[in-house]
């Protein structure tokens, strides 16, 4: 089954950007749906992106529509996140998943911390 690490955390000061990158091994990730999600301290986890298998379509939360851009390289097996404009908000553990149907999300990688100060 396919695993999937991500990289690219780090500490950024408010109105900075990061990279987020979703690399998968073990098998690909090219034919599925794959999202970005976050889980800040003391709340539950929320999807922040998503795209499709192609990457032809993306949907994004409404928090970080116009900051944040998912993108994907299927010939890498990897997904990317690019934020930008950052505020304290988006300071959480960052995760990839791969989608499994019937509105379902798994595979989950370890995370990535981001932490935006202001």
């Known amino acids: 089954q396919v695993q999937l690490a991500e990289s690219g955390g780090g500490l950024v000061q408010a109105g900075g950007s990061l990279r987020l990158s979703c690399a998968a091994s073990?098998?690909?990730?090219?034919?599925?749906?794959t999202g970005w999600f976050r889980q800040a301290p003391g709340k539950e986890r929320e999807l922040v992106a998503q795209?499709?298998?192609?990457?032809?379509?993306?949907d994004y939360a409404d928090s970080v529509k116009g900051r944040f851009t998912i993108s994907r390289d299927n010939a890498k097996n990897t997904v990317y996140l690019q934020m930008n404009v950052l505020t304290s908000e988006a300071t959480a553990v960052y995760y990839c998943?791969?989608?499994?149907?019937?509105?379902?999300?798994?595979?989950w990688g370890p995370g990535t911390h981001v932490t935006v100060s202001s």
């Open positions: 795209i499709s298998w192609s990457g032809g379509s993306t």
């Open positions: 998943a791969r989608y499994r149907g019937g509105g379902q999300w798994g595979f």
């Open positions: 073990g098998r690909t990730l090219s034919a599925y749906n």
